[in-house]
């Protein structure tokens, strides 16, 4: 595969962030996917979150699976660390990773064929586990790279480009993650920069399982009358339940006189999210109320889009298995191996 790399010459008054980056710095080569794929605006607004959140991209570790959405991390953060797995087994990969270093940032990126198909066992354990994480998943309904068969997460009823109704109910991965114990859980549209990005920073400085699913059309296959995920249909159709606002630890936070409630939810790292409550009925730090929201919204064929569940808790994996505060990867020989003393008490505690 080939890519087309971008000059590497700034414009001298281009903005700058905390650390003195530009936007530039945060991107990639050039997208190779289609025209007009709501990917590349998900690319676009993972760039604009990490340029305004100033995180150096070498703290970054970025990881995926198989598909088209799997290829979007090349065109982000090219600075980054980065590591493509097989088809369907990102979480088990950035597990492993995270356990090693828990000093860098992950980000999983994913579709809904690599975590509502082949990896839904995979999405399930680390949605349930806490990595400490943002899982990004890039949901267009279809298969792209095979030619635009229904995945798993198509709606029933909807049509393909060729005029076949999808029988199957689909796997809604939001009410999953909400079910599993995951601790942020957003939907975005690509279509909606303004929404997504917000969304994104805050949850990458959330602590634990957090995860955006992201409604992507596909204007190969997906972006037709008849299909649920195509732009016009997520655009008459979106029931946007709140607008979102982060503020790092280092900035006052300050209510706007937005119409709606206004909701403060303090993160583990001092920062807070603020949530501006289109319909103030909804709490979005009330498990059971969202998940009876969610399911009233989807018999109506709406497609919910915000921050539906936030859990302000500061517990990860790492604090589920008391590891030590050092990156394991840091640690050296004498503290990995405790020696045949230390094997032998554990061998009679179990006897």
Known sequence: MTYLA???????????????FTRRDYEGPVSTLCAGCGHDSISAAIIQAFFELAIPPHRVAKLSGIGCSSKTPTYFLGQSHGFNSVHGRMPSVLTGANLANRDLIYLGISGDGDSASIGLGQFAHIMRRGVNMTYIVENNGVYGLTK???????????????????????IDLVMLAVTLGATFVARGFSGDKGQLVPLIKAAVQHKGAAIVDVVSPCVAFNNHPGSTKSYDYVRAHNDTVNFLDYMPEREPIVARSEPGGVQTVV???????????????????????????????????????????????????HDAQNTVGVPLNALSDAELVPGSAALAKVNASLR
């Open 148 to 170: 635009g068969q229904f995945s798993a997460t198509a709606d029933k009823g909807s049509k393909s480009k060729a005029g076949y109704s999808n029988e199957d109910e689909p």
């Open 6 to 20: 971008k000059p590497k010459l700034h414009h001298p008054s281009l903005p700058r962030n905390a650390l003195g």
């Open 267 to 317: 993160l583990h790292d001092g920062g807070a999210i603020r949530v501006r409550r289109v319909d103030e009925s909804y709490d979005p730090t009330d498990k059971v109320s969202a998940m009876a929201y969610l399911e009233a919204r989807r018999e109506a064929g709406e497609v919910v889009t915000g921050l539906l569940f936030v859990n302000e808790c500061d517990a990860d994996l």
